[in-house]
């Protein structure tokens, strides 16, 4: 193979649409890492289970022969993503059976930029096989080949990929070796122990270690230097009504115009979520993003290739009430800014939409059906409203609802309102309608109706090898 490097050894290649072939019929992932070597979330992670990445930049598109493909578009990584590890693993059998492990990377004009290939795999079940970094202003390819005999969770471990399950019907105690008196005695449970543990059992076990500090610290500086005014339980958050809630600020929309590239400034809006709303008239690349004090750029609100466009996006408005936003036109555009009170209302009737868009659901508990026309990727993300109490914010997570590509059929299950569905990529036509729908407050059996479907595609993604 043209270039091919050692263990170790680096290149730069160019800051384009790459595709890369990893061959040797292995399973492969890619995970988006910040510079400090950790995934943000599920979302960070492309595999077979979910093959694309929320903001387009790496693509899992297909299996052929023993090679599985990859697109990689490093012009539209995130500036937070610096890393974008190549993970193979094996559910049969070891590394070291895979005859032939290469990784292969090409570029825009169908040329090999670089390659590796492995000749000292061992009793690895997984590997972070090779890893495209940003360094000097563009970016490298590094020929890694750091194997995990632990398979993928040691490889999810030690990239801040969450690893626990979901609560199981009946949860086994939490392994705790000492009492909370005796904190110097409390032994820190192994990784496997960890990973057997429930989300439930691993709060349980910081609050028994959290108890031991305590009971320490009373007993090197005494009671009355440890103790703590006791907080009381907050109040109960009323449930709001759904025939008048709003989220976030309101305002009057605001309204900009103008032709070819610029920065847009609007002034004097509260702080909080609101929405974006953008008409493109040219075609080309046009490109939305926001800015933050410093004029950097944040995550893409528009990442678009085809002629015209129009759609609705998410973005906060900073505490000193101006928002900045960057925009790459080639031609005339509107952009209108508008509270997220002015989303349409998801209800029994079919909303016909093309484009990201932003809509509420206020009422009781339904299923939402999505039917997608589209060719590329379709994204969905749910924020829970409900308890969410500070209107100039969202939840930090949404809920990943559909990342899919292509045309298809999808019904997600919704909580009680209030719930802001975020359709965040869409390039065609799509429509949704609400089914089942039950009345506001008819599920309040505890806590239970108002969760949300959490699809956990990291889990998905270390069961693929039988972890």
């Known amino acids: 193979m043209l270039r091919g490097l050692i263990k170790g050894d680096n290149a730069f290649v160019p800051t384009a649409?790459?595709?890369?072939?990893?061959?040797?019929?292995?399973?492969?992932a890619a995970l988006l890492v910040t510079e400090q070597g950790r995934v943000r979330g599920d979302s960070d992670i492309v595999f077979d289970g979910a093959p694309a990445h929320p903001s387009g930049a790496v693509r899992l598109t297909g299996a052929e022969d023993g090679t599985v493909w990859l697109d990689a578009d490093l012009t539209g990584a995130e500036e937070a993503v610096t890393r974008v590890l190549l993970v193979v693993s094996t559910e049969e059998g070891a590394l070291r059976d895979a005859h032939g492990l290469s990784v292969e990377v090409f570029g825009p004009d169908g040329a090999t930029v670089v390659a590796y290939e492995?000749?000292?795999?061992g009793d690895e079940t997984a590997m972070v096989l090779a890893e495209l970094y940003r360094r000097s202003g563009g970016w490298k390819f590094r020929a890694v080949g750091q194997g995990y005999v632990d398979g993928l969770t040691g490889l999810a471990v030690d990239h801040g990929v969450d690893v626990s399950e979901e609560p199981r019907e009946t949860p086994a105690q939490a392994p705790v070796a000492a009492p909370a008196q005796a904190p110097a005695r409390i032994r820190?449970?192994?990784?496997?122990?960890?990973?057997?543990?429930?989300?439930?059992?691993?709060?349980?076990?910081?609050?028994?270690?959290?108890?031991?500090?305590t009971s320490a610290t009373e007993t090197t500086q005494g009671p009355a230097r440890a103790q703590a005014p006791l907080t009381a339980s907050p109040p109960p958050v009323p449930r709001p009504d759904p025939s008048v809630w709003?989220?976030?600020?309101?305002?009057?929309?605001?309204?900009?115009t103008g032709r070819h590239s610029d920065v847009i400034t609007v002034k004097d809006l509260p702080p909080g979520p609101v929405?974006?709303?953008v008409t493109l008239e040219g075609d080309g690349h046009q490109a939305m993003w926001p800015l933050d004090a410093s004029n950097t750029k944040g995550r893409y609100l528009i990442n678009h290739g085809d002629k015209g466009f129009r759609g609705r996006m998410l973005t906060t408005v900073p505490a000193n009430g101006t928002l900045r936003l960057q925009l790459q036109a080639s031609d005339s555009w509107q952009v209108r800014v508008l509270p997220l009170a002015a989303a349409r209302r998801l209800t029994e009737d079919t909303l016909e939409c093309e484009g990201p868009e932003l809509l509420l659901h206020t009422g009781g508990i339904a299923d939402a059906t999505f039917r997608y026309r589209g060719k590329s990727n379709f994204v969905v993300f749910l924020y829970r409203l409900a308890g969410h109490t500070d209107s100039t914010t969202l939840p930090k997570h949404g809920t990943a609802a559909i990342n899919e590509i292509g045309a298809r059929r999808d019904t997600v299950p919704l909580p009680e309102g209030p719930v802001l569905v975020q359709v965040s990529m869409a390039e065609g036509p799509w429509s949704v309608r609400l089914k089942d729908v039950q009345p506001y407050g008819s599920g309040r059996d505890g806590d239970s109706s108002a969760k949300l479907p959490a699809p956990r595609r990291a889990l998905g993604w270390l069961r693929r090898a039988g972890h």
Not at 247 to 254: A, T
């Open 188 to 213: 820190r449970p192994t990784r496997d122990e960890l990973l057997d543990m429930t989300p439930d059992q691993i709060r349980a076990l910081r609050e028994e270690l959290t108890r031991a500090q």
């Open 246 to 256: 709003t989220h976030g600020p309101v305002f009057e929309q605001r309204t900009v």
């Open 17 to 28: 649409a790459l595709r890369v072939a990893v061959r040797s019929g292995v399973d492969v």
């Open 275 to 277: 929405m974006v709303e």
């Open 118 to 121: 492995v000749i000292d795999a």
